[in-house]
């Protein structure tokens, strides 16, 4: 694995216009901004297949945990699932309602894999990972024998095929408010899903309708297969969450709930511990005894907000590049073991692996100078030599 550096490839910036990926150059804390053109991640054939392994058995390490957990009605309290969702939760689990994506964040050495969390619900860095750093490999001159761990867009068109009959209408919604980052996401996903062969509508989370007997868009026509960048532990705690039925089908489904928390890190480690891609954790609890280096995880936040370091037992404050915010501190926490990492020149690279469906479909890299990926975190291309 090594950090290496390429000429810029002329009109780069249209090129990213060109395919919808208009934010690129959203700014960074260091003054550059969101796209790093002209750096790549190189990786050996071997260490690729590592990673892939590695993605497809936590996946269905993370299915098993799941799975026990609704068979056996048991959701610790350190998970804080609202009540009332656990019948979606069961009904879209038995029901084997499909999920489309999700991504594993891992810390990498070259050699030794962890999984820091899953996201599993909403992630985002879609486009730039599938077309944006196809692009660049396309196009970039003077690697020999070059290749791309990335079938992301050909896979999720595949997905979307398997996932509604051809010719379905999928309503796609994300907040009103939300960046550009993740309409950016929700249109190309759109897009993917128009390739299938679907009919597919926009709208904002607020303008989803209720009209006595089904959720309805702003043409009073029935909403009956919703894509959502939106997490389900906000959709428990809005209003409409009391008209939510089993009839609609829900992507990202129900039982991905159970995933996208990371309390299923502390899931994980009790059913595999000590296995060779988990860091220990636990439920975070002010009176335990952690002895060395660790991280305090909100189970439900985004973009490394609230995260802070204890070493031995002593709160060291807030990672490096995280940030607080309210809203994520009233779910509780977990404790992770401190996983150490090489930087590249002066830069810390965590590898995001995307799964489609069942199976992993590719790489994206997110680098920053700062302990923590935040949302201003460099977006960098990788490519594996044979």
């Known amino acids: 694995m090594k950090r290496k550096l390429f000429q810029a490839r002329p009109n780069w910036q249209q090129e990213h216009e060109n395919i919808g990926f208009d934010y690129y150059n959203l700014p960074s804390a260091d003054g550059s901004i969101y796209w790093s053109e002209g750096v790549a ?57 499909p999920m489309l994506y999700g991504r594993f964040d891992f810390a990498y050495d070259g050699q030794q894999i962890k999984m820091l969390e899953y996201n599993a619900d909403t992630p985002t860095g879609l486009l730039e990972a599938s077309v944006a750093q196809w692009h660049w ?5 003077h690697i020999a024998n070059r290749d791309q761990f990335n079938s992301i867009h050909e896979d999720l068109i595949k997905r979307w095929k398997t996932i509604f009959p051809r010719g379905a209408h999928i309503h796609f919604a994300a907040c009103q ?16 899903a128009f390739q299938a062969g679907h009919k597919v509508s926009e709208l904002s989370m607020e ?10 868009d702003l043409n009073d026509q029935e909403i009956q297969n919703l894509f959502k960048l939106y ?22 489904p129900c039982w991905k709930m159970l995933l996208s928390n990371k309390a299923l890190l502390v899931e994980l480690w009790k059913k595999f511990p000590h296995h060779p891609l988990l860091l220990e954790s636990h439920a975070f609890k002010s009176d335990m005894q952690l002895h060395g280096k660790w991280v305090k995880k909100p189970i439900l936040a985004r973009e490394g907000a609230n995260i802070r370091v204890v070493q031995d037992n002593v709160d060291q404050g807030a990672a490096s590049g ?59 291309a990788h490519y594996f030599v044979e």
Not at 52 to 73: K, T, W, Y
Not at 137 to 141: H, S
Not at 178 to 192: F, H, Q, S, V
Request: glycine share 8%; net charge negative.
């Open 177 to 192: 408010e939300a960046g550009r980052e993740d309409w950016g996401n929700l249109e190309y996903l759109m897009d993917t």
């Open 207 to 216: 303008n989803i309708g209720w009209d006595g007997n089904n959720f309805v």
């Open 231 to 252: 997490p389900w532990e906000w959709i428990w705690e809005e209003n409409f969450s009391q008209y939510l039925k089993p009839e609609t089908h829900w992507v990202e």
């Open 137 to 141: 490999i396309e196009q970039v001159e």
């Open 41 to 97: 991640y190189e990786f050996s054939l071997k260490q690729i297949e590592q990673l892939e392994d590695a993605s497809n058995e936590l996946h269905q390490m993370c299915l098993h945990v799941a799975g026990e957990m609704i068979q056996q009605g048991n959701y610790p309290d350190y998970f804080q699932i609202p009540h009332s969702a656990i019948p979606l939760i069961e009904h879209s689990w038995h029901h084997h309602a």
């Open 322 to 380: 995280s940030f607080y915010f309210d809203d994520y501190d009233k779910y509780g926490y977990i404790a992770q073991k401190w996983v150490d990492t090489p930087l590249f020149d002066g830069k810390l690279p965590t590898l995001g692996l995307w799964m489609v469906g069942h199976t992993c479909a590719g790489m994206s890299i997110r680098e920053d100078e700062f302990d923590i990926i935040g949302n201003d975190a460099h977006f960098a």
